[in-house]
Nanobody, 114 residues
Framework: QVQLVESGGGVVQPGGSLRLSCAASGRIFRIYEMGWYRQAPEKQRELVAVINSVGITNYVDSVEGRFTVSRDAAKDTVYLQMNSLKPEDTTVYYC????????WGQGTQVTVSS
């Protein structure tokens, strides 16, 4: 079964940047959408940024203008460039791929703190 492998999380100061990557362990047939969600403790998982098969993107309002989602279709890989990070961006970020099924990564911690 194909798995999603995330990387790029870590600790950064407010105003700093991080780039998350999510790569599939094998080819995924017919991807409709790829993207990133996040979930804080005791809160529901929320959409952060997604990109569909024709390149249309969608962002949660709180990251608009600061985060950029992109993909490499040839590699079944999705990225999240996060700039101007704020302490409230601190949480676990999950990669998601929607194809014939719904795949999730294991999560990567992002901590924004001085």
């Amino acid at each position: 079964q194909v798995q999603l492998v995330e990387s790029g999380g870590g600790v950064v100061q407010p105003g700093g940047s991080l780039r998350l990557s999510c790569a599939a362990s094998g080819r995924i047939f017919r991807i409709y959408e790829m993207g990133w969600y996040r979930q804080a403790p005791e809160k529901q998982r929320e959409l952060v940024a997604v990109i569909n098969s024709v390149g249309i993107t969608n962002y949660v309002d709180s990251v608009e203008g600061r985060f950029t989602v992109s993909r490499d279709a040839a590699k079944d890989t999705v990225y999240l460039q996060m700039n101007s990070l704020k302490p409230e961006d601190t949480t676990v970020y999950y990669c998601n791929v929607r194809s014939l099924g719904d795949l999730w990564g294991q999560g990567t911690q992002v901590t924004v703190s001085s």
